[in-house]
């Protein structure tokens, strides 16, 4: 008897020692599934069936290279089966509607997108297929609402619901749920903009709704009109820019209107194309002046070689005469090439008028030049101050200091 005890203690102990050996290998291969999911999913759901993460990402690599429906025989059974030990990952239920989807079970697919957005509202699949239901069926405030939910959790899918604004625009509570929108400062408001800026079939919808929004809570900000404005300009579409331009000029702005905007060089700057613009270089410093004393701006030469456009505005002069005309002063000047303000035809380059600055030392002094812009082929115009050096060559170093102020245009009795 004690021998046949002795027996099934062994055998208790051999089982105990093989459960505990399967339990070993078994966590052993989930923990090697694990580490696997992110780079080779399919093997990492082959050592452990029951890996979600892995279903998911194989189901999602298998959905974005298969496009005919056989392809996709047996994933639906997959997706299905891991349903009961995942009742609340709403990525299966996604998923399972996307395969249901493509296989032309479109209503059955729907219910599954349901069920995914109520456990969580931005699961991008089933999110992407309401939007584009709510679309087709004109249900435009619920696109509007879906695509802020998207974009707010997935801002880089952008390009992927861009093509619904133009159709969500169109229609009337569409183009209402987008202005709400823009006027809650969704963070894709910019995004938006600028998408609608860039072609030439939408930039007037970027500017009605920068024109509406004007009077929000949520006005439009100097990068977001300069965005859509740089468009106009890049469209040629002058007349259409500067008239958008003079419209969302603040109080402050409106007073220093005229041909050339802002000719006092008031510290202000909007960065829009109808305002001046200046690149960064490193021969110069230019500092528009403070009212006080000495007002106007200063530009300090730094003994090196400066080329090119120093300062810019597109400006939008009619047909006519006129007089350019800059109030000056200089210390100890000197341009190894010229230094002028220049006015040019924004279409064709064509030059219509220059003024040359001196060199050396003096007080402030008038530099006029008259100058005539047709009636054809000049809707707008460029207003540049310039170097005529065109290479970084050190023999040609620009020094001194100098004040410009009262730049304005004048027109000329015919």
Same mark, same amino acid.
């Given at each position: 008897?004690?021998?046949?005890?002795?027996?099934?203690?062994?055998? %208790?102990?051999? =089982?105990? =020692? @093989?459960?505990?050996?399967?339990?070993?290998?078994?966590?052993?291969?989930?923990?090697?599934?694990?580490?696997?999911?992110?780079?080779?999913?399919?093997?990492?759901?082959? +050592?452990?069936?029951?890996?979600?993460?892995? !279903?998911?990402?194989?189901?999602?690599?298998?959905?974005?290279?298969?496009?005919?429906?056989?392809?996709?025989?047996?994933?639906?059974?997959?997706?299905?089966?891991? !349903?009961?030990?995942?009742?609340?990952?709403?990525?299966?239920?996604?998923?399972?509607?996307?395969?249901?989807? %493509?296989?032309?079970?479109?209503?059955?697919?729907? %219910?599954?997108?349901?069920? &995914?957005?109520?456990?969580?509202?931005? $699961? /991008?699949?089933?999110?992407?297929?309401?939007?584009?239901?709510?679309?087709?069926? &004109?249900?435009?405030?619920?696109?509007?609402?879906? /695509?802020?939910?998207?974009?707010?959790?997935?801002?880089?899918? @952008?390009?992927?619901?861009?093509? &619904?604004?133009?159709?969500?625009?169109?229609?009337?509570?569409?183009?209402?749920? /987008?202005?709400?929108?823009?006027?809650?400062?969704?963070?894709?408001?910019?995004?938006?903009?600028?998408?609608?800026?860039?072609?030439?079939?939408?930039?007037?919808?970027?500017?009605?709704?920068? !024109?509406?929004?004007?009077?929000?809570?949520?006005?439009?900000?100097?990068? $977001?009109?300069? +965005?859509?404005?740089?468009?106009?300009?890049?469209?040629?579409?002058?007349?259409?820019?500067?008239?958008?331009?003079?419209?969302?000029?603040?109080?402050?702005?409106?007073?220093?209107?005229?041909?050339?905007?802002?000719?006092?060089?008031?510290?202000?700057?909007?960065?829009?194309?109808? *305002?001046?613009?200046?690149?960064?270089?490193?021969? @110069?410093?230019?500092?528009?002046?403070?009212?006080?004393?000495?007002?106007?701006?200063?530009? %300090?030469?730094? *003994?090196?070689?400066?080329?090119?456009?120093?300062?810019?505005?597109? !400006?939008?002069?009619?047909?006519?005469?006129?007089?350019?005309?800059?109030?000056?002063?200089?210390?100890?000047?000197?341009?190894?090439?010229?230094?002028?303000?220049?006015?040019?035809?924004?279409?064709?380059?064509?030059?219509?008028?220059?003024?040359?600055?001196?060199?050396?030392? @003096?007080?402030?002094?008038?530099?006029?030049?008259?100058?005539?812009?047709?009636?054809? *082929?000049?809707?707008?115009?460029?207003?540049?101050?310039?170097?005529?050096?065109?290479?970084?060559?050190? +023999?040609?170093?620009?020094?001194?200091?100098?004040?410009?102020?009262?730049?304005? /245009?004048?027109?000329?009795?015919?």
């Amino acid at each position: 008897m004690a021998q046949i005890g002795g027996s099934a203690a062994s055998i %208790r102990r051999f =089982l105990t =020692l @093989f459960v505990a050996f399967g339990f070993i290998v078994m966590a052993l291969l989930i923990g090697l599934s694990r580490s696997l999911e992110r780079i080779e999913p399919s093997l990492a759901l082959t +050592l452990d069936p029951l890996n979600v993460e892995a !279903l998911v990402l194989t189901a999602t690599e298998q959905l974005n290279r298969s496009e005919q429906p056989s392809e996709l025989r047996g994933l639906d059974d997959r997706l299905r089966s891991a !349903l009961p030990f995942n009742v609340g990952d709403a990525r299966l239920y996604s998923l399972v509607g996307e395969v249901l989807y %493509r296989t032309g079970q479109t209503e059955e697919a729907y %219910r599954y997108f349901d069920h &995914a957005l109520q456990l969580s509202k931005a $699961e /991008i699949h089933a999110l992407q297929r309401k939007i584009v239901r709510s679309i087709e069926e &004109a249900d435009v405030a619920s696109a509007v609402g879906g /695509i802020n939910v998207l974009l707010r959790r997935w801002p880089e899918k @952008f390009d992927d619901v861009a093509g &619904a604004f133009p159709a969500i625009l169109a229609d009337p509570d569409g183009y209402a749920s /987008i202005r709400a929108a823009l006027v809650a400062n969704v963070p894709w408001r910019l995004s938006l903009l600028r998408s609608l800026g860039r072609d030439p079939a939408t930039t007037d919808e970027a500017s009605r709704l920068l !024109l509406d929004l004007r009077s929000s809570a949520a006005p439009p900000t100097p990068d $977001e009109l300069a +965005l859509v404005l740089a468009s106009y300009v890049q469209q040629k579409r002058y007349e259409t820019a500067y008239r958008v331009f003079l419209f969302t000029l603040s109080e402050q702005e409106r007073s220093s209107a005229g041909y050339v905007f802002n000719g006092s060089f008031a510290p202000i700057f909007s960065r829009r194309p109808f *305002d001046w613009s200046f690149p960064r270089q490193s021969g @110069f410093e230019l500092t528009f002046l403070p009212p006080g004393r000495e007002t106007g701006a200063k530009l %300090r030469f730094f *003994d090196k070689p400066v080329k090119g456009v120093l300062l810019q505005q597109y !400006l939008q002069v009619p047909p006519g005469r006129y007089r350019l005309r800059v109030n000056v002063s200089g210390r100890a000047l000197h341009f190894p090439k010229d230094l002028f303000w220049s006015l040019q035809c924004a279409h064709s380059r064509e030059e219509l008028g220059r003024l040359e600055i001196p060199e050396g030392s @003096f007080a402030t002094q008038p530099l006029e030049s008259s100058f005539a812009v047709g009636q054809a *082929d000049c809707p707008a115009q460029i207003l540049r101050l310039s170097s005529g050096l065109t290479t970084d060559s050190w +023999l040609y170093r620009f020094s001194g200091e100098l004040t410009m102020s009262d730049l304005r /245009i004048e027109k000329l009795a015919e």
